[in-house]
């Protein structure tokens, strides 16, 4: 009977350990569709390719903070473009929702002068 209740024990811990891998993969693969779904949507050309040639994140190095989005080349610099949302936000919002405010966020990123510096 201990035996029993120590592999359980293992087990469960074992799927809570894993549990938050899952739910990154999970929201990875739902950011790529949203990115998908905003490819669709846009009117401007320049912002599919940018799009197509994006990756999706789960968290960033540095940021205390989760959070899920895409990064894209920036045609004029060297720097990259992140868009992105607090994981909270993320999961709290409809795919339509976050395809149009990823759309708003990159058209702000590529014509906004202080995105320059």
């Known amino acids: ?55 999706v994140f789960v968290d960033l190095d540095g940021l205390d903070i989760p959070c899920v989005g895409v990064t894209v080349p920036n045609d004029s610099h060297a720097n990259r473009i992140h868009v992105s949302f607090t994981q909270d936000w993320f999961r709290s919002h409809s795919d339509d929702e976050i395809a149009e405010a990823m759309l708003e966020d990159l058209q702000r990123a590529l014509t906004d002068p202080a995105s320059d510096d």
């Open 1 to 55: 009977m201990i035996r029993l209740a120590t592999l359980t024990m293992f087990i469960f811990t074992l799927g809570c350990t894993d549990s938050g891998v899952g739910v990154r993969s999970m929201d990875a693969q739902r950011m790529s569709a949203i990115v998908a779904h905003a490819q669709e949507r846009a009117t401007d050309s320049r912002h599919r390719e940018l799009l197509a040639r994006g990756n």
